[in-house]
């Protein structure tokens, strides 16, 4: 059974830090495709960033700059590193894993399985 557990959200200054964590059990986790999305009240899931099983990177426009994804396949752990925050990154935060083992394209729409969420909140 796949699980997807996120932790470190929680409130936050603008301007400050933060790293996500995903732990992932129930699955070979160095052969998957991983990703975070985020959904702020009243606006739809946002790709947010993803990270190969080779290692490949991927990220959202409103974000680029600002985050780094990673992964310890040793751990089963992928995680989000933000910077510089920003009332707009206030959102629930999702991990989330593509399905296919070793998928060799990284495409935001190929994630099928999600985790709980955790919450994120930015104060001005």
């Known amino acids: 059974q796949v699980q997807l557990v996120e932790s470190g959200g929680g409130l936050v200054q603008a301007g400050d830090s933060l790293r996500l964590s995903c732990a992932a059990s129930g699955l070979t986790f160095s052969g998957y495709n991983m990703a975070w999305f985020r959904q702020a009240p009243g606006k739809e899931r946002e790709f947010v960033a993803g990270?190969?099983?080779?290692?490949?990177?991927l990220y959202g426009d409103s974000v680029k700059d600002r985050c780094t994804i990673s992964r310890d396949n040793a751990k089963g752990t992928v995680y989000l590193q933000m910077n510089i925050m920003q009332s707009a990154d206030t959102a629930v935060y999702y991990c989330a894993s593509d399905l296919s083992f070793r998928n060799n394209r990284l495409n935001p729409v190929a994630f099928s399985f999600w985790g709980q969420g955790t919450q994120v909140t930015v104060s001005s």
């Open positions: 990270i190969s099983w080779r290692d490949e990177r």
